[in-house]
């Protein structure tokens, strides 16, 4: 280990640790908000947009044409890298990026079995793979509210954390289209920064 005398006090850096700090005093990574490992590539998403490069080597990043803008998520289901971006959904093959969904942004996903459900800037929607491909199948009628927060509690129980509207349980049908029942709870009425997290 290497043991550090700072004005703050005493610093402990293990060398040994797998964990890598990438420095860019270029400006051109930009900010990073998410990253992800997936078959032997480092994907990191930032507010210039999702760059890549090889697991095992030294090489700079590289950027990953067509997903300029803001990166919030990204996702490996099924053999499957989803990006979630100020643009929509994009799906990730190697350096290629392929735009499935560009109805509004999207924050977050969760696995649901044979589908993917994704919060957006508007609510809620669903993703289904068809013939090997994933696609958009529908938005969840009856709730506009941003959805970046979420966490899928039974199958057809949904909870929403937004920041200035407050809690939401939301009852939705058996095929994912429609809330049946929204439910908001009192308390926290609102909190800044606040977030949403099952454990």
Known sequence: NLWLGLDNGINCINLQS????????SGVLGTIYASAVFKEKLYIGTNQGLFCKNLASNSDFNFIQGTKGQVWSLFVYDSTLFCGHDSGTFIISDANAN???????T????????????GNYYGISVL????????????????DYSSKYFEIIDRN???????????????????????????????????????????
């Open 128 to 143: 289904e793979k068809q013939n090997g491909n994933w696609s958009f199948k529908n938005r969840i009628k009856n709730f």
């Open 18 to 25: 797998s964990i890598r700090s990438y420095v860019d005093d």
């Open 157 to 199: 129980q949904i909870y929403v954390g937004h920041e200035y509207n407050g809690i939401f349980r939301l009852d939705v049908n058996s095929d994912f289209t429609l809330v049946t029942n929204k439910f908001k709870y009192q308390n926290p009425k609102k909190s800044k920064n606040a977030s949403l997290v099952k454990y």
């Open 107 to 118: 924050w977050k996903f969760e696995a649901l079995g044979t589908k993917v459900i994704q």
């Open 99 to 105: 735009l499935i969904f560009k109805q509004s942004g």
